[in-house]
């Protein structure tokens, strides 16, 4: 299983307990912006200088850019961002728990590095390769981020792969939350299916407004949008018919990506799913018996004791299922 990983991952630093990652080069810029709003990208490599240069560190003295004031739709009938460095975080941030500090942006770019090298070992010949990234990026949208996420990892790695071997591949989202960043980039399309199984967001869980059954695509893309929300407390046995259901959606298309968080773990702080070391082996054999070139980015994890040991059980999985 080839492994891709950046030093530079580990830059970002929200000052909040985190995983860190790890590891690599210099990434494509089309592909970012083939799931990305410039506007979006530009202002995440700008944000933190322009808030240390309005001075915001030592004056009101928070040393990482937060927002204060949203832009909800009441307040932006015509969406122009606002002049002030205060202001701008809250038209492009969705919540205020993702913090961004001086080693942010490099990190950013250098998890997208991380997932596109991992295609190319994919598309040089090797079955599946696991690009081992941070900051996480399944929450973040086309022009918005949020839940801890500010590029799309996944959907960069999956618009690559689009364009390298057809129509259709599948995003399989298995974090314990729903990838609501992947489903509004590839909503309308029929050339990237998304499929995400999580905890269900009505009983009270992030991202809270999405990540429902009805939630099946528009307009090309139409059905090619599944979510199965489960009951929180699911274990292996229900989780694991889940991921099977995702299994069956993406089996046709031509390449993977799994957007691999290990937060359905049952010791993890972030979500009340259940699952254990043996379930997240057996999610691999599933996804491994698929048989596609697969990319696997590193999504959320919070138990720092066991994220290493979950992702090495899903990658032995895969590993298991090929032989
Ligand atoms: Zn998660």
């Known amino acids: 299983m080839p492994v891709v990983w950046s030093e530079r991952c580990s830059l970002h630093d929200p000052q909040r307990e985190h995983w860190i990652g790890i590891a690599t080069p210099a990434a494509e810029v089309p592909a970012l912006y083939a799931v990305h709003d410039?506007?979006?990208?530009?202002?995440?490599a700008s944000a933190w200088a322009e808030w240390s240069a309005a001075g915001l560190a030592d004056d009101p003295g928070q040393p990482r850019v937060v927002p204060y004031v949203f832009a909800h739709a009441a307040l932006t009938p015509s969406p122009v961002v606002p002049a002030a460095a205060t202001a701008k975080a809250g038209f492009f941030a969705y919540d205020t728990m993702?913090?961004?500090g001086p080693g942010s942006w490099g990190a950013m770019r250098a998890a997208v590095d991380v997932a596109l090298t991992a295609v190319d070992v994919v598309l040089e010949g090797?079955?599946?390769?696991?690009?081992?990234?941070?900051?996480?990026?399944?929450?973040?949208?086309?022009?918005?981020y949020g839940g801890s996420c500010y590029l799309n990892n996944s959907?960069?790695?999956?618009?690559?792969?689009?364009e390298r071997v057809g129509p259709p591949v599948a995003v399989v989202d298995i974090d314990a939350h729903h990838g609501n960043g992947t489903q509004e980039i590839f909503y309308a399309r029929s050339d990237v299916r998304v499929c995400s199984t999580h905890v269900d967001?009505?009983?009270?869980?992030f991202p809270h407004f999405l990540g429902f059954a009805e939630e099946r695509g528009s307009g090309e893309g139409t059905g090619a949008n599944l979510n199965i929300p489960l009951t929180p407390g699911a274990g292996d046995d229900v989780w694991l018919d889940a991921v099977g259901g995702l299994a069956a959606f993406a089996n046709d298309a031509k390449a993977l990506v799994v957007s691999l968080g290990v937060d359905a773990g049952a010791g993890d702080p972030e979500s009340p799913l259940r699952v254990s070391a043996s379930g997240f082996r057996e999610a691999g054999r599933i996804i491994g018996r698929l048989g596609l070139p697969t990319v696997l980015v590193q999504e959320g994890g919070y138990d720092l004791e066991t994220i290493g040991p979950l992702v090495l059980e899903t990658l032995c999985g895969i590993e298991e299922a090929r032989r």
């Open 155 to 162: 959907a960069v790695a999956a618009a690559a792969l689009r």
């Open 126 to 144: 090797a079955p599946h390769a696991y690009a081992c990234c941070r900051p996480p990026g399944h929450h973040a949208c086309r022009a918005c």
């Open 38 to 44: 410039r506007a979006l990208v530009d202002y995440l």
């Open 98 to 100: 993702s913090l961004i």
């Open 201 to 205: 967001p009505g009983a009270g869980w």
